[in-house]
């Protein structure tokens, strides 16, 4: 893409979904559901390339990037400052118990009273999905409460003008659209590579403001809309039986180990020749 034209300074919103760390959820050997208790707490993956990019159009034009949230309680502190660490301006934090079970439309609505309370935004970045529901309703729902053009799967963005150009990676094609700002966008792994904080960064990230919200504080009907449950749920999630067969090969010679393997492959008709 062409070099950015000047523009800003920028407010821009980046929402922000706190999720377990999916390298460390075990399957249960017996019912095949997840084991969620001994993963940690993060930002979801592809949140990370929202901050990011974020960060990278405030760096040129100026501004402020602000992380917004739904959460059911505060994250562990460590979660909470990695966003601030990367070079988030603040957070603002929703909490309340009842986002545990809020769906992709209640989260969105949250979300959008959250944006109306910072005053006047000019992007709005969400990510095409999350590592846990994997359903990317949020960012296109959340265009819609506020209203915004919505431009969803970019793999690059930068502003022209008063405009803001997108290139989208579709299935045969790259697409290039220009849309007014404000407007909500969304990305995925292939938009960018999110920065690593360092040691200074992350220090400097327990002086940045943290705004905590309860869901009471949006407004009954706001509440009680998060607190309505899901309208679209997962039945279940069971990990596909993975038994080892624990096959062991012997030769006397390397040689001989790698023909009885061969071998072995072979009468399994796990490859062909």
Known sequence: MSEAVPYGPLTIAVCVRYTQDVDEIKADPVTGAPVLANASACINDFDQHGIEAALRLRDVHGGRAVGISLVPRRPPENVVLQGLAMGLDDLHLITGEAADSADALATAMALAEVVRRLGAVDLVIASDTSVDAYRGEV?????????????????????????????????????????????????????????????????????????????????????????????????????????????????????????ALLDHLLEDATVKL
Do not use: F, W
């Open 139 to 259: 960012g296109p729902r959340l265009a819609e409460a506020l209203d915004l053009p919505c431009v969803t799967y970019a793999t690059a963005l930068e502003l022209a003008g008063d405009c803001l150009r997108v290139e989208r990676a579709l299935e045969s094609v790259v697409q290039t659209v220009e849309t007014p700002l404000p407007a909500l966008v969304t990305v995925g792994s292939e938009t960018n590579d999110p920065r690593m904080p360092t040691l200074r960064h992350i220090r400097q990230a327990r002086t940045k403001p943290v705004v905590e919200l309860s869901l009471d504080d949006l407004g009954e009907a706001l509440a009680a809309v998060v607190g309505s449950g899901e309208r679209i749920g997962a039945l279940g999630v069971q990990a596909p039986p993975n038994e080892r067969r624990r096959v062991v090969i012997d030769g006397e010679t390397p040689e001989a180990t790698a023909r």
